[in-house]
């Protein structure tokens, strides 16, 4: 069974920056498809960047791109998301995710990803 564990949320001021990692343990036989997601109070799941097998494609939500960076280590599935230029916007509980197969290069629905984590709170005040 896949377990994924992130790793460093915090409270920040506008303008700051973090970096979360996202690491997978169990039966994993290759590099698998993985993602951020994030919730904010009162509002829905939303994907913030997802990432393919080999590290060469991804994919972010359009208010993130040029600010938050996804990368992964790799050979292992360790994923990392660099954010900057934090905003009180940004202010949610990050999840990571896996799909246990990587029958497909680039996962973009929620749906289809089959391992979670228990998320990391970032909090931005400006």
């Known amino acids: 069974q896949l377990q994924l564990v992130e790793s460093g949320g915090g409270s920040v001021q506008s303008g700051d920056s973090l970096r979360l990692s996202c690491t997978a343990s169990g039966r994993a036989r290759s590099t698998l498809p993985m993602g951020w997601f994030r919730r904010a109070p009162g509002r829905e799941r939303e994907l913030v960047a997802v990432?393919?097998?080999?590290?060469?494609?991804?994919y972010y939500l359009d208010n993130v791109r040029g600010r938050f960076t996804v990368s992964r280590d790799g050979v292992q599935n360790t994923m990392y998301l660099q954010m900057t230029d934090l905003k009180p916007e940004d202010t949610a509980r990050y999840y990571c995710?896996?799909?246990?197969?990587?029958?497909?290069?680039?996962?973009?629905?929620?749906?289809?990803?089959?391992?979670w984590g228990l998320g990391t709170q970032v909090t931005v005040s400006s």
């Open positions: 990432i393919n097998p080999s590290g060469r494609n991804t």
């Open positions: 995710a896996a799909r246990r197969y990587n029958d497909i290069d680039l996962v973009t629905r929620a749906q289809d990803y089959d391992a």
